[in-house]
């Protein structure tokens, strides 16, 4: 089964360190999705990528945070200087758009980042 | 983004139908009804989605009212595999909006 996968599925960092996660979406899906989930609530939408170009950032990406698609493929994303508030899961999703109305997005199983 | 209105749970009872409902009376003409699931220490799943005419898939059927201003997802016989958050979302395109679902508990 080729789906959504992500890595690592955990990570732990000290306050302050920077921290970087890769997910590698289905192989033809040309959009890639990041999310943030907290306990408790449900994911909140971060950015997409459209094959290599980025066409969305939400308000929550700070500047500390950034996205990479470089070749259309694989996706990395980077938090710098992690703070506490940082701690959650990110989801990793994507989905094959044809232009031709909603098409289902496959999520990843998440990271899970703890910063102490 | 239009909001979307569920109850903060649910129990059924296994092999019994489960009906879950979700207002939206602020939906707009273009907005999709989507419907995803979390399972326990996953990623969220697709389940259905529709805009306007009840929609059936191996997974659910999905009941719109005639003025789109409330839907009802129905898992026709729950199994113990169907214990998740339930998520109505309303959008088109790209951007999914997740509010904080409906936890689904199925008894034995």
């Known amino acids: 089964d080729t789906g959504v996968s992500q890595d690592p599925r955990h990570k732990i960092t000290k306050r302050g360190q920077n921290v970087t996660f890769r997910c590698d979406p289905i192989s033809e899906h040309n959009r890639l999705y990041w999310y943030r989930q907290t306990l408790g609530q449900g994911p909140e939408f971060l950015t997409y990528?459209?094959?290599?170009?980025?066409?969305?950032k939400s308000r929550l990406l700070s500047d500390r945070f950034s996205a990479e698609r470089p070749k259309g493929s694989f996706s990395t994303l980077e938090i710098q200087r992690t703070e506490q508030g940082d701690s959650a899961m990110y989801l990793c999703?994507?989905?094959?758009?044809?232009?031709?109305?909603?098409?289902?997005?496959?999520f990843g199983p998440g990271t899970r980042l703890t910063v102490l | 983004d239009a909001k979307t209105t569920q109850p903060n749970s649910m129990e059924s009872n296994e092999e019994e139908p489960v009906h879950l409902p979700c207002n939206h009376s602020t939906i707009s003409g273009t907005d999709y009804i989507h419907w995803y699931r979390q399972l326990p220490s996953q990623g969220p799943e697709y389940v259905i989605h529709g805009l306007t005419s009840n929609v059936n898939n191996r997974m659910a059927s999905l009941a719109i009212a005639e003025d789109r201003k409330s839907s009802t997802l129905i898992l026709h016989r729950a199994t113990l595999r169907d214990a998740a958050v339930y998520y109505c979302?309303?959008?088109?395109?790209?951007?999914?909006?997740f509010g904080a679902g409906t936890t689904v508990t199925v008894r034995a």
């Open positions: 999703a994507s989905s094959l758009e044809l232009g031709q109305g909603v098409n289902e997005q496959f």
């Open positions: 990528f459209q094959n290599e170009a980025q066409l969305e």
């Open positions: 979302i309303l959008g088109w395109g790209y951007k999914l909006s």
